[in-house]
């Protein structure tokens, strides 16, 4: 794996290797064993290296003595150290130092950022006040465990929606050390009597800004967490043998591997996307998304990392619990004085959840003038003539090649995004990356009958590949074709076809050659639907609507024309049109239809006060995983942008829908109560019912999870599916 997965720009990626070459210099897991004899001791010589390599001064201003970088850089750097299990006070003392940084008075940035910078100086940020303070900010107050507060010379303590900054030897001050589970970093109790504090060391009104701070650099860490332990339970998972096979060929084995990086793939897109936010006010929102998923994923990667070793993992002797400590311990100081789901609730019930973003770059903006004027184009015409616009001049489907679309990258397809936004572009669905398949495998013929008609609206197409017994196999094909005189008979089954009672044509894979491996052998053909032989039966789904069908072929012939590809050689086109699908499926950023985020928290508003209670988090956690959803896809563009190597984001996100909309709907369901199934709430009804089909559709969720550990994360295939 990378050595950052916050890291997609040429400048992060060196940053995070320097970052990582120097931890490994310094032997920093071993030092972090070290601790163990030693709890809450740190390396000095770690942390003057750090400090001497500008990593506590990377997010600071210039002109007191930091580099004048942001959060994004940070991030990597605190990522890199969650994975090498960097002892020491680093984060707490870059925490506190940015929260100083972006809300302290001159005067006091001055004085103290200087010295945070160049390591002279460590701090603690204290959020988790149990005892208000009064407005002059001298009354006693207690924060109970405030991470690094042992080792900081400087104080950032929350009290109420204020910060104060206080020496830790300062007169009313007391810090008393605690037995911390993470035996890397030292944790201490806070209490103040009568400490007086200067004026412009109260930040008035900036709390809420030190706790976006924390949340965000914290979830860069648990991130590193989640990623190391990951990889350290596929390497494993890879060459630890039982019953004559390494444990990685088992189904079991691959889930919990694909789960753990459907964890950590979340906790990274909503971490990368806070951190850049643009500002601390902006941010707040993206980072209590990034600690929900950071709480949760660094501490089920390390149970999980465990229980994948085995016996192994709970020796004393193996790193896994080391890491298990770090997570439990961050993931409860993430979470103390406020929960970052109940956050989640409060921002969308008020309005506040805002939805990410991604800045076009400067270099796109010569798309602009084009697509702007097409988009006024668009709005000027009567609806009947709108289709045949957006075909003429490609903008229906800009991505796809010329002459139907624009070729365009992913700038211009950025831009488009944006002019086109209250644009009603028409969604072919699968008849769309049907016909992609033929306009990239096709011949000259093909295309020219039936690209054109497709996009004008005028076509459907179908897919015929699942058969009966097949399931997600999609190459289990026993759907026959025989050569006869200038074309094929086919004759067997498909089913679970989408919309064929609707489709004039379908894309089929037909076996030409019996006697071939299962991969070969087998022939893409286009299939007229209303072709003698062909017989459609519409299945009822649980809706009571007929979306999937039986069809039938009896000796339908089919001419060499519309065998689309090389005979023999179909599979490779029909993996191409699987991954125009999955794509397509995986490309939603939400639920596609009904019930949503606002209709959740409209029933937890209505439900009894213990109904709200009990659910409450639920619905904080299935709405982060709502608004994670297009961070993926953007983390994805972004990826494309910069020319970065593809990450696991596209392959998640079709899994993680699917489960979502079941979540939400479940949910839903749960806090309606009996109106959800008496007719008082038919819509969400409705919807749940549906919702079951989205972890079958396009391939099941269990056989996604084995082709994310067995492409993505790389464990070993089944032997006896070879």
Same mark, same amino acid.
């Given at each position: ?217 914290? @979830? ?136 990410? @973003? ?365």
């Amino acid at each position: 794996m990378s050595r950052s997965a916050l890291a997609i720009t040429g400048e992060h990626r060196e940053l995070a290797d320097a970052t990582a070459g120097q931890l490994a210099r310094s032997r920093s897991l071993a030092a972090a064993r070290a601790t163990l004899d030693a709890p809450g001791t740190h390396a000095a010589d770690i942390w003057s290296a750090g400090a001497g390599l500008g990593w506590n001064g990377l997010a600071l201003s210039e002109e007191f003595g930091g580099s004048g970088y942001g959060l994004a850089e940070l991030v990597v750097v605190a990522e890199v150290a969650g994975r090498a299990l960097m002892p020491g006070p680093f984060l707490p003392t870059v925490a506190a130092a940015v929260v100083i940084d972006r809300c302290a008075p001159d005067s006091v940035r001055a004085q103290l950022l200087p010295g945070l910078a160049d390591g002279s100086l460590k701090a603690a940020l204290g959020l988790n006040i149990k005892v208000s303070m009064g407005g002059d900010h001298t009354a006693t107050a207690q924060w109970p465990a405030v991470l690094g507060a042992p080792d900081a010379d400087i104080l950032v303590l929350a009290a109420g929606a204020d910060l104060v900054i206080v020496r830790a030897d300062a007169a009313g001050v007391t810090v008393t050390p605690l037995d911390p589970m993470d035996t890397t970093r030292s944790v201490g109790a806070v209490s103040m009597r009568g400490a007086e504090i200067p004026a412009d060391r109260v930040l008035r009104g900036a709390g809420r800004r030190a706790r976006t701070v924390f949340r965000i650099l914290a @979830s860069a860490e648990a991130v590193g967490l989640s990623w190391a332990t990951l990889d350290m339970a596929v390497e494993y998972a890879k060459v630890r043998e039982q019953f004559g096979r390494t444990i990685g060929t088992f189904q079991a084995v691959k889930h919990h591997a694909a789960n753990m990086l459907v964890e950590a793939e979340q906790a990274t897109s909503a971490t990368w996307a806070a951190a850049g936010a643009g500002d601390l006010d902006a941010a707040w929102f993206p980072a209590a998304i990034a600690a929900a998923h950071a709480i949760r994923a660094q501490v089920f990667n390390a149970q999980n990392n465990i229980q994948l070793h085995g016996g192994i993992g709970f020796t004393w002797e193996h790193d896994a619990h080391l890491y298990l400590r770090r997570a439990r311990t961050l993931a409860t100081l993430l979470g103390d004085g406020a929960d970052p789901l109940l956050d989640i609730v409060d921002a969308q019930r008020s309005g506040a959840a805002r939805a990410a @973003s991604l800045r076009v770059p400067p270099e796109a903006e010569r798309f602009r003038p084009a697509a702007a004027e097409a988009a006024a184009t668009v709005r000027g015409l009567p609806a009947e003539r709108q289709r045949d616009f957006l075909v003429d001049s490609g903008y229906l489907v800009a991505h796809w090649p010329k002459p139907w679309g624009r070729a365009a990258d992913v700038l211009e397809q950025l831009v488009i995004e944006e002019e086109f936004r209250d644009v009603d572009i028409p969604d072919m669905g699968i008849t769309g990356w049907v016909t992609l398949t033929i306009a990239q495998a096709g011949t000259d013929d093909q295309r020219q009958r039936w690209v054109e008609p497709v996009l004008r609206g005028e076509v459907m197409w179908c897919q015929l590949f699942s058969e009966p017994e097949a399931g997600s196999d999609a190459a289990a094909v026993r759907t026959a074709a025989k050569r006869v005189d200038g074309g094929w008979r086919v004759t067997g089954q498909k089913v679970w076809t989408s919309l064929a009672q609707h489709c004039q044509w379908g894309l089929a894979t037909v076996r030409t050659d019996p006697a071939a491996p299962k991969h070969a052998g087998v022939t893409m053909m286009a299939i007229d639907m209303k072709a003698p032989g062909v017989t459609v039966n519409p299945l009822r789904g649980l809706t009571g609507d007929a979306h999937f069908n039986e069809v039938f072929f009896d000796d339908v012939f089919v001419p060499d024309a519309d065998v689309v590809g090389d005979v023999n050689k179909g599979w490779l086109v029909a993996r191409a049109t699987l991954g125009n699908e999955r794509i397509s499926i995986g490309g939603g950023s939400s639920a596609p239809t009904g019930f949503t985020p606002d209709d959740l928290i409209r029933l937890l508003d209505a439900a009894p006060p213990l109904t709200t209670a009990e659910y409450v988090r639920q619905a904080g956690a299935v709405i982060a995983e709502a608004h994670t959803l297009p961070l993926l896809n953007l983390r994805r563009v972004s990826r494309a942008i910069v020319g970065a190597d593809p990450g696991p984001e596209g392959n998640v996100t079709k899994l993680l829908l699917a489960e979502h909309t079941q979540r939400l709907t479940e949910l839903g369901m749960a806090l309606a109560g009996p109106a959800a199934v008496v007719g008082s709430e038919a819509t969400l009804a409705r919807t749940y019912l549906g919702n079951r089909a989205m972890t079958i559709a396009g391939g099941t969720s269990e056989i996604t999870r084995n082709t994310i550990a067995e492409r993505i994360l790389g464990l070993p295939r089944d032997p006896l599916l070879k």
